[in-house]
């Protein structure tokens, strides 16, 4: 639009997006200048910096190359269930890391099902911990996503090449070569780099698998020396480390990411004429059996050990459960209240510098972020007493990206399809908010509550930081419940951490589309 | 009275003049080849353009810097003259108060406008639940409770079926006699600018003339004009 009159003013949206900058930025700021450049990377730094390019590039490989067949399975079959399966591929993203792993550890751990199978049958147990437990969770985490964005890709190839390729009899290798391999060479690169830049910085599955002088990611390392050695110069001068590498990595995925990869519209499915033979169907049927069985053998396992122990869990996972649902519902408000400013002047036409301020939070790991506050903070204030509110503004900041993404193309379009009648009716800003965009984006702004109430709920990071002993939420409970190898409790507080990222999440999304019309 | 005075408006790279006036309660078409500008004449009007030069003077008020929503204009474009969200009774509120704070008195005024338009009883529908045309009509109704100074169409019955597009310009065209408001109304069919039987501005080459009579104009019509309209349709004037 040329006008120089808009809807609505962007100026709250950048002052909330200078805000979110200011803090980014100071907390870095923060990081560089306490960092104890002058010790030098020793050769433990060096050791972290390995092992998390090795098991980030590991996990990313392992992810695409199992993604592969699963996609190309779920592009070309159509049978009962199909959309269940890709709505459940879905899930992970939403999946609290510990219960994850703690499912996993349940299948593969020392006592787990498939160890125990071995033993009955007198061979060598399977080792969970290290570099194998990291790459397997992070392949749990993110085959599915890296399934969704091929899957995409796949979807993507006109419907018309296909029928033309049946025309011609083209069938079995030479459409591999004529029309999968373009696509993949495509696709997968983006996929890799994304799936890199998310494993960089997963940090809960590090904490429980990880550990020990060979398996440190950087992220753990800042974790020990806070928590073990109290060492804030050695944290920073880490923090900075990794956050180099998280700008690398996220710059390459951004720069070679293209399109939104919320993959909707991936319920439909492409007419085929290829593959029909016996042997194909076969293969395709095979992997998404295994796809399907690798995502819910875990979930099963929490459910199996989880639910006994609910009824006579501790007083404090009920106590920390509370404090949990609280940071989260505190981590959707302030995550709204930036978000819904910014998408607005974003699409009132101030793109520029405030789509940057909403990419900022990807470049950065929570846990720098984190550091990077309590250096800050620790200055006027003891960083403990305000854990539970860090760890909330953390959050936020964190799925601030996301939910841009997911206001900004509704928001755009309410502007630019509504924005001439508000204008022409004399409609004021908060007139324009109350009957036009709330009314409108209500389904947006549910999804994105429950986005972040779910992966605030399960989130395990800055809290790990910052908590005393007095103060946890759900997941640093759950972790404290395990490392005293209370199983038991553990496996219920699991189950109920399950519960409520997933019922959080179906709640708000359910929410905003409740009566929705038009 | 609406006077525009050397008016240049840029809308990306087309530029276009415009330098006329149209008497207090005239009806206006305005005619042209598609791209000419005619649509960008009637945003500049509207405030969505801004004016490069010149001024607009709208009963002797300079409106040409005015936020839209100040300015004594009411527009009706080809879509998007409904919130979809908001029943018929909440989109013809809007004309009376833009917060939709009703009282019982603006309640009444709404439901008179309702029943002028013939939408008697359909004020707690949606616009997704009514006909086209009823649609055009919950729009005219919240145009007359506007009750501004001038009125642009922007072609808002494009849509509708040619028997139906007669009878919403008829009532468009009482309306605003009701009202009081001088009206321009764009239109790619020239039996719409025939049944409005006034005077034409005539949109082509980078210049919106001053207008003449549409009788005039169709009948002996400069190149621009007859190129768009056909030799068909000036047969059809003749006989």
Redesign the interface.
């Known amino acids: 639009?040329?006008?120089?009159?808009k809807p609505i003013s962007p100026f709250c949206g950048i002052l909330v997006a200078a805000f979110a900058v200011a803090l980014i930025l100071g907390a870095m700021l923060a990081v560089a200048l306490r960092a104890e450049a002058g010790r030098g990377i020793g050769p433990a730094e060096w050791a972290a910096i390995k092992f998390t390019v090795l098991q980030a590039s590991l996990s990313a490989i392992a992810s695409v190359i199992l993604a592969i067949p699963v996609a190309r399975a779920l592009a070309r079959r159509r049978f009962p269930g199909r959309r269940i399966l890709i709505a459940l591929l879905g899930a992970p993203f939403i999946l609290p890391a510990i219960v994850a792993v703690f499912g996993l550890l349940e299948v593969f751990g020392r006592t787990g099902w498939v160890n125990s199978g071995l033993s009955l049958l007198g061979l060598p147990p399977l080792h969970i911990y290290g570099l194998h437990g990291v790459v397997v969770a992070h392949v749990f985490f993110n085959m599915p996503l890296a399934t969704r964005l091929i899957l995409q890709g796949w979807q993507q190839v006109p419907g018309e090449r296909f029928r033309m390729a049946a025309q011609l009899g083209i069938d079995g290798m030479a459409m591999v070569r004529l029309i999968e391999i373009p696509m993949l060479v495509k696709v997968v690169p983006g996929t890799l780099a994304v799936v890199f830049a998310i494993c960089m910085t997963s940090f809960a599955v590090a904490l429980i698998l990880g550990g020990g002088p060979r398996a440190t990611t950087v992220e753990l390392a800042i974790y020990q020396a806070f928590r073990f050695d109290f060492d804030l110069g050695r944290a920073a001068m880490l923090s900075a480390i990794q956050m180099a590498l998280t700008i690398a990595a996220a710059g390459f995925a951004l720069g070679l990411v293209r399109g939104d990869s919320f993959g909707t519209g991936l319920g439909r499915s492409l007419q085929r004429w290829d593959g029909a033979k016996p042997v194909s169907r076969i293969l395709d049927g095979t992997w998404v059996a295994l796809a399907a069985f690798f995502l819910l053998l875990p979930i099963s396992a929490i459910m199996a050990s989880g639910l006994p122990a609910l009824t006579e869990m501790p007083h404090e996972v009920w106590r920390s459960a509370v404090v949990s649902i609280a940071v989260a519902v505190a981590s959707a408000i302030l995550l709204l209240g930036m978000a819904l400013p910014m998408s607005l002047a974003i699409a009132a036409g101030r793109s520029g510098f405030l789509e940057l301020a909403g990419l900022m939070g990807l470049a950065v790991s929570p846990l720098v972020i984190g550091t990077g506050l309590f250096i800050m903070i620790v200055q006027f204030a003891n960083p403990l007493r305000l854990a539970l509110p860090v760890t909330a503004l953390v959050n936020a900041l964190t799925v601030l990206p996301f939910a841009l993404r997911i206001l900004v193309p509704e928001t755009r379009e309410i502007i630019q399809?509504?924005g001439?009648?508000?204008?022409?009716?004399?409609?004021?800003g908060?007139?324009f908010l109350?009957?036009?965009h709330l009314?409108?984006i209500r389904a947006q702004i549910g999804f994105a509550a429950g986005l972040s109430m779910a992966l605030s709920i399960g989130d395990l990071g800055v809290i790990a930081l910052f908590a005393d002993s007095e103060t946890a939420t759900l997941p640093l409970t759950m972790y404290r419940l395990m490392g005293a190898y209370r199983m038991e409790s553990a496996a219920g507080a699991a189950l109920l951490l399950l519960a409520l990222s997933f019922g959080l999440f179906w709640i708000m999304d359910r929410g905003g589309r409740w009566h929705a019309?038009? | 009275m609406l006077k525009l005075e050397n008016c240049t408006v840029r809308n990306g790279a087309f530029t276009l003049r415009a330098d006329f006036e149209v008497k207090a309660g005239e009806s206006v078409s305005v005619l042209g080849p598609s791209g000419s500008g005619k649509s960008t004449l009637l945003e500049a009007v509207a405030g969505f353009l801004p004016l490069a030069e010149g001024r607009i003077l709208l009963n002797n008020a300079d409106i040409g810097d005015s936020h839209p929503g100040k300015r004594s204009v009411a527009a009706l474009f080809q879509d998007g003259n409904l919130f979809d969200h908001l029943t018929v009774l909440q989109n013809a509120g809007l004309g009376l108060r833009p917060d939709l704070r009703l009282s019982n008195e603006d309640r009444d005024r709404i439901h008179a406008a309702l029943e002028r338009v013939d939408l008697k009883g359909l004020g707690s529908r949606r616009p997704s639940e009514l006909s086209g045309g009823q649609r055009s009509r919950a729009a005219l109704a919240r145009v007359v409770l506007q009750r501004r100074e001038l009125l642009l169409l922007d072609e808002p019955f494009a849509a509708l079926g040619p028997g139906m597009r007669a009878q919403m310009l008829d009532l468009v065209l009482e309306l605003s006699r009701e009202v009081g408001s001088t009206m321009l109304v764009v239109s790619h069919a020239m039996e719409d600018a025939r049944r409005i039987n006034g005077r034409s501005i005539l949109v082509a080459e980078g210049m919106a003339r001053a207008p003449e009579s549409t009788e005039r104009l169709l009948k002996n019509p400069p190149p621009a004009l007859r190129d768009y309209i056909g030799p068909n349709f000036q047969n059809k004037t003749v006989t």
């Open positions: 639009m040329a006008s120089r009159f399809g509504q001439r009648l508000a204008m022409s009716l004399d409609m004021d908060p007139a109350r009957l036009v009314p409108r019309e038009a």
